[in-house]
């Protein structure tokens, strides 16, 4: 009896540490998200993607790349202003990012001078013909999965938890589920994989290069390729800042049609 | 207002201008040439295009007062682009210039595409100079877009971005979280281009009136009082975009008037005084993006809609709406329609030789597009279809970029109707395809 009684009153200290470390699979990427997505209040950085074929051939995106975020993980502005290729050069996109909802995106068309509004409900459409979708860029809705823990890896030096996602909406995605390898200490996602239907693995992401910017970790050069036709999309985040005090004027159809420079050089 | 033939300077005069032109461009890549290999923050950027682009009518017709010509365009062009910026941002220059072979006319030409200058200060955008304006919420229907544009030009394959025309002002940009204002100033009233007479088939109500012996041109007059002014207030509420457009100037599309209906001699194309009050909103709904756009056509010339040479006011209305159906997949259409006043008086006054306008005239748009191949192929679709005219337009069009620098674009028109004279149906017998190679650095 007296066991009994030490071992019930031992129970709370032994699920006290369980409960601290006991971060749900969902919570797991909350946390990678914000490492990832939400780094700083805001963002600034010079993006050079490069689109390869499994040929070899090359094509270039470049472009200056702000993101404010008004709620940590919830509603984020991102405007883009593209260098390269010339056919997109001067061109500015805007998305007003929201996690519960379609984005809302404007595109400024210099030829034209004209501003529009573009239709956007498939975030798993193409980001500027990368292998990256948009939900790739800015996020994708974590309720929109269920989320599960594997077991720990390591990728590279770095122990990792993986966690499965598996769309709740099945047809809302053009894969089935995907494995993350998030860093355990810095949070970040340093491989993700995308599964087929079939189950077959589809498209791959990695996190190529980490650095420790301004105290902040960010994955400075990554690449997603496409398993299946052999065409990766490799990005690096050039002369990436934090907190660079992005006026809310930026998100505004004045800054589309006449970008202010000091943003955008 | 003042009176012009419409001919063009004569060919020494514009081969010095081009040449002149030319030269200060080569003086500006000399001295500029080097800083543009540089990454110097601030370094002249030098960008454009070379292309060439061709049309042929494949209707086996080619139009009376021609040479039997299939080609609607046969062209080689070159684009120079130039910006510069000062240190602090505030204040930058642009210059887009096009030289250009017209290998149908036989001519070599230019033509200054935009030239302005940009002053930014506080809330405050300046723009002077030649420029490009786009108001208005439609695709291809245009109410409150009161700037010219070139329809020439875009039935005869020409890319998009030469349908609209520049204007020659000033555009002053205010920005307020109320309530933003762009107003803009036009002292030199620019036309709508339209097709060509020797290049298409195009109706005309005279072809009878053999006794028409001259044809002049009465453009709007160069005075400080016929300066067109035009206004857009907008505000987003969210992400829903509401305008309010004013417009006091001319029509682009010109009016006919001869000196007898009898026995006509001269054929004078005018443009009348025009006012136009509008508003549009463009916002998200069902899933896609949604707009509508209405605007008054005040035609200040003609009140009570009695006399045949100007056009009656209108009441005009558009309703849009575009969505992504599938992956890449984005389906738009559009509803426009048109509505006359004082018709009674329009159908009584009306020569019996000039064809008859409906009461009630409207279009129905469908744009499909369809990106493939990692965006490298564009495939799209473009219908606008008139139930009260009976006429329609299919442009079928397919670009697809072999690299970053080069694309090609294979695209059609075809136009067709039940009357000879509506918008589409005097266009029948221009069907065409078109082809475009562009390089572009």
């Not at chain 1, 004045?254 to 955008?264: H, V």
Request: aromatic share 12%.
């Amino acid at each position: 009896m007296k066991s009994i009684i030490f071992y019930l009153l031992c129970i709370p200290y032994l699920i006290l540490p369980l409960t601290a470390s006991a971060e749900t699979a969902e919570e797991a990427i909350k946390r990678a998200q914000a490492a990832f997505l939400y780094a700083g209040y805001d963002m600034k950085a010079r993006v050079v993607m490069k689109l390869i074929a499994k040929d070899g051939k090359e094509r270039m995106r470049e472009m200056t790349m702000l993101r404010k975020d008004f709620e940590e993980g919830g509603d984020q502005k991102y405007f883009i202003y593209f260098y390269q290729p010339a056919d997109v050069r001067n061109m500015s996109f805007m998305v007003w990012k929201y996690p519960k909802k379609d984005d809302d995106r404007w595109i400024f068309i210099p030829a034209l001078n004209m501003v529009r509004k573009i239709a956007a409900s498939d975030r798993r459409s193409s980001f500027v013909g990368s292998d990256f979708t948009y939900e790739d860029i800015s996020g994708r809705d974590i309720e929109d999965d269920n989320h599960s823990f594997g077991k720990e890896e390591k990728v590279g030096e770095r122990d990792c938890l993986v966690i499965k996602s598996v769309p709740k909406d099945e047809k809302g995605t053009d894969y089935s589920y995907k494995l993350s390898w998030i860093d355990k200490e810095r949070s970040l996602p340093l491989k993700e994989e995308y599964y087929s239907k079939k189950g077959d693995i589809e498209k791959v992401f990695s996190a190529d290069e980490v650095k420790e910017l301004s105290g902040i970790f960010t994955i400075t050069k990554r690449t997603m390729k496409n398993i299946a036709n052999g065409h990766r999309t490799e990005v690096s985040f050039e002369k990436t800042e934090y907190n660079v005090k992005i006026e809310d004027g930026l998100f505004t159809e004045r800054a589309l049609k006449n970008p202010p420079k000091r943003w955008i050089e | 207002m003042k009176k012009g033939s419409g001919a063009r300077g004569q060919g020494l005069e514009r081969k010095m201008r081009i040449l002149q032109f030319t030269l200060t461009i080569l003086f500006l890549l000399t001295v500029y040439g080097p800083r543009l290999t540089g990454s110097t923050a601030y370094a002249l950027d030098l960008h454009g295009f070379v292309q060439g682009n061709y049309a042929a009518r494949v209707t086996g017709d080619s139009p009376p007062a021609k040479n039997g010509s299939d080609y609607l365009l046969s062209e080689e062009r070159l684009q120079l682009e130039l910006t510069e910026h000062s240190k602090d941002g505030s204040a930058s220059f642009f210059i887009k210039s096009d030289f250009f072979r017209d290998g149908v006319a036989g001519t070599d030409d230019m033509e200054l595409r935009e030239g302005y200058i940009n002053y930014t200060k506080d809330l405050v955008d300046l723009r002077v100079g030649r420029q490009i304006i786009t108001w208005g919420t439609g695709d291809l229907m245009f109410i409150n877009d009161v700037f010219p544009k070139d329809y020439g030009a875009f039935f005869s394959g020409r890319p998009m971005e030469y349908l609209k025309a520049p204007v020659d002002g000033a555009k002053v940009e205010i920005t307020v979280d109320l309530l933003s204002a762009e107003l803009v100033a036009i002292p030199t009233f620019e036309p709508n281009r339209l097709p060509d007479s020797t290049r298409f088939y195009l109706y005309n109500p005279f072809s009878s009136a053999a006794t028409i012996t001259t044809v002049e041109t009465e453009k709007p007059g160069e005075r400080i009082r016929d300066t067109e002014l035009a206004m857009r207030l907008f505000r987003y509420i969210g992400s829903t975009d509401v305008s309010l457009y004013a417009y006091k100037g001319f029509y682009r599309m010109s009016g006919m008037m001869v000196n007898s209906m009898t026995n006509p001699t001269t054929l004078t194309y005018i443009y009348p005084e025009l006012t136009v009050y509008g508003g549009s909103i463009t916002g998200n709904i069902f899933g896609g993006v949604g707009n509508i756009e209405g605007g008054y056509y005040d035609s200040a010339g003609d009140r009570m809609g009695d006399d045949p040479t100007v056009e009656n006011s209108k009441w005009k209305f558009l309703a849009g709406y575009k969505k992504e159906l599938g992956s890449e997949l984005t389906v738009g259409i559009q509803y426009y329609t048109e509505i006359m006043e004082d018709y009674g008086n329009y159908e009584s006054t009306l020569p019996s030789a000039f064809p008859k306008e409906e009461r009630i005239r409207s279009y129905t748009t469908l744009r499909l597009t369809k990106m493939l191949l990692y965006q490298t192929l564009r495939l799209s679709f473009f219908g606008i279809y008139s139930p009260s005219d009976e006429d329609y337009l299919l442009n079928p069009e397919a670009i697809y970029k072999l690299s970053d620098e080069l694309s090609f674009t294979l695209g059609g028109n075809v136009f067709g109707g039940r009357k000879e004279f509506t918008m589409f149906g005097q266009l029948e017998k221009n069907d065409n395809l078109y082809a475009n190679l562009r390089y572009q650095f």
